[in-house]
């Protein structure tokens, strides 16, 4: 049963259109968004579908195949008074991201009908790939597509209605995130990686032709649940605001390379090594792009390989099942590995020989059946197209 299918039986009658907002994976550049630096994200062909009919009468119902039987609903008028930090509890967790956007987009003075809403998704939850994001982007597009808000759909336009999907997250949600999952599953492009810089917005499509190298990029998705709202994200993004201001910054964009002896001085242990991270972490994106022009994504494997053992050690944000799977996969012959997304849980990333792909998903799946973890799950993904209107 496709997502307009699913609509019918849910609602008794015809959508007037399906959305798909893709998910992400970055392929580097972790934590650097909210810290206004560079990030290199790519659209997926994972996706969340939704489809949608306009409504007369102002109610907002959200259905979805992982939300159980209940309908969710809200009326539209009501959603002005959704207070920075959440909703009043009374919804599922899922729910408030639909019904955030259509408090942001009211936000920005835009007309938001009533609707019906039917929601699939072949993005995991909880794996880090952005499955929140995905769905915010299918949902915002849509109800650009039915008010005619954003109608010339220009990069700005993309990236205005990806600002209101991150507001979404930020102020209904509560979590935290900067702009870079949005842009990705709203800017991205087949065969492409989106270079994004956080603080000016500006981005170009970098080619990222894995197939036409013959590379496989593997997901090892842990089932470790995380989630952007808990404390552990929270608590990185104080420490880096802590480093900017004792080092006299707007944000650690401001440092280079060259800063991390003095703010070795100045700064607390802890709060250093954040700083490190981040500051390495932007050069090291901006190295991956350098490299993927030059030499292509066979190169690019020690940049990844670096951005782990930074998030490991010195943002500490992997976990035992994230650092299994990437010394699996390097051990088994990895051109590069790395974890991807808010981390604490989540999954990682192999970039690999794709000849050797079925020798890297055994090799990882014995090893977590030796360590007494569960089974994970092994999936590769291409770069995509971003959200769009597919039916």
Not at 137 to 149: N, Y
Not at 170 to 183: F, S
Request: aromatic share 6%; charged share 25%.
């Amino acid at each position: 049963m496709n997502t307009a299918e699913s609509f019918r039986a849910w609602y008794r009658t015809e959508p007037e259109g399906v959305w798909s907002g893709p998910g992400r994976v970055n392929l580097i550049g972790e934590h650097t968004d909210y810290n206004l630096g560079f990030v290199l994200p790519f659209a997926i062909d994972a996706a969340t579908q939704v489809a949608v009919r306009r409504r007369e009468d102002g109610a907002a119902r959200f259905a979805s195949a992982f939300g159980g039987r209940d309908i969710q609903e809200v009326m539209v008028d009501d959603v002005t008074r959704f207070h920075p930090g959440g909703l009043a509890g009374k919804e599922q967790q899922w729910a408030r991201y639909p019904m955030g956007v259509l408090w942001a987009m009211r936000e920005a003075g835009i007309d938001v009908p009533g609707v019906d809403v039917m929601i699939e998704s072949t993005v995991p939850v909880g794996s880090g790939l952005s499955s929140s994001a995905a769905l915010e982007c299918a949902v915002a597009l849509a109800i650009a597509d039915l008010t005619g808000a954003f109608a010339e759909r220009t990069n700005q336009d993309l990236l205005d209605i990806a600002k209101l999907a991150q507001r979404a997250e930020n102020e209904v949600v509560g979590a935290p995130t900067g702009i870079m999952d949005q842009a990705a599953s709203l800017l991205g492009a087949e065969n492409a990686a989106l270079f994004l810089d956080c603080r000016s917005l500006e981005n170009e499509l970098v080619p990222l032709e894995l197939a036409q190298n013959g590379l496989t990029l593997l997901v090892i998705d842990t089932r470790v649940s995380h989630s952007h709202a808990d404390g552990g994200y929270a608590e990185r993004r104080a420490s880096c605001e802590l480093g900017a201001r004792l080092m006299g910054v707007e944000s650690l964009r401001d440092l280079g390379i060259p800063d991390l002896d003095r703010a070795e001085e100045i700064l607390d242990e802890v709060t250093y090594r954040r700083v490190k991270h981040v500051v390495t972490e932007n050069q090291r994106v901006l190295d991956t792009v350098a490299t993927l022009e030059a030499d292509g994504p066979r190169a690019i494997g020690p940049l990844l390989d670096a951005s782990h053992e930074s998030m490991r050690d010195d943002f500490e944000i992997s976990a035992p099942e994230l650092d299994l799977a990437v010394e699996t996969a390097q051990a088994h012959g990895a051109i590069g590995a790395r974890m991807t997304g808010g981390g604490f849980g989540g999954s990682a990333i192999a970039l690999i020989d794709s000849v050797k792909e079925e020798e890297t998903r055994s090799a990882i799946l014995a090893a977590f059946q030796a360590a007494g973890y569960g089974e994970p799950g092994l999936f590769s993904v291409t770069p995509a197209s971003g959200a769009r209107k597919v039916d």
